[in-house]
């Protein structure tokens, strides 16, 4: 029987220790090769379009273009592309967006090493991948309702304690429709109250505090 062929791997992250990590380890395998590096989103893709790699490991923060960018684009000019999410975030609406945009698994560079690599050949039989404690996480992000533009835009505000006067003066609009958003925004993030809103939103990663 022939020897199968090595599945080709294509790294995308702007930390070089980590690359280089990624690199010496799936080299090591004899199932699996890494083809090319790219330090940013726009080499990531360029690096794609040139090695057509098998599997493509994607940091979600890397200059000139995110990861979510380059899933966005990848998948769009090649459909087939088999893009994995390997990152230190883990925000619920970081998850939701990549699976979203095509990746077809999400990791934490935590993750243990033969999970990563199990996770290349799962993703490379066309398979998608999701811990369990990401999968939870996912299927409570989709279970709830879509906040609205205008929505997300008081939570942000409600985020930075402004009331309901204050949200209304940024935003030209009456308090007593600020009072309905916020209203609507309880409902759909199944809360009691604004702390529990913010806490929520801020762990999920629908609004971020700079």
């Known amino acids: 029987m022939p020897r199968a062929k090595p599945i080709r791997v294509l790294l995308a992250d702007d930390h070089p220790v980590v690359r ?21 989103g726009c080499e990531a893709v360029q690096l794609f379009q040139r090695h057509q790699p098998d599997v493509t ?18 998948r769009q000019q090649f459909p087939a592309a088999r893009i994995v999410v390997l990152t230190t975030f ?12 095509g990746a077809k698994g999400y990791l934490l560079k935590g993750a243990p090493r033969e999970q990563l690599l199990d996770c290349i050949r799962i993703v490379h039989q066309g ?20 906040l609205t533009g205008r929505e ?10 402004r009331s309901n006067k204050e949200i209304g003066s940024a935003l030209d609009i009456a308090e007593s429709t600020v009072k309905v958003h916020v ?3 309880l409902h759909k993030l199944k809360v009691s109250g604004r702390t529990e809103a913010v806490t929520l939103a801020i762990r999920r990663g629908l609004v971020r505090i700079d």
């Open 20 to 40: 280089e990590g990624l690199a010496a380890m799936i080299n090591r395998r004899p199932d699996m090769t890494v083809v090319a590096e790219g330090s940013n």
């Open 57 to 74: 490991l994607v940091d979600l923060r890397m200059p000139e273009m995110d990861g979510l960018e380059v899933i966005g684009i990848l």
């Open 90 to 101: 883990d925000d619920d609406e970081d998850i939701y967006r990549a699976l979203r945009a």
């Open 127 to 146: 398979d998608s991948y999701l811990p369990s404690g990401v999968a939870s996480r996912l299927a409570e992000r989709v279970s709830g309702a879509e």
């Open 152 to 161: 997300l835009e008081v939570l942000r505000l409600m985020t930075l304690g």
């Open 183 to 185: 209203n609507n925004i």
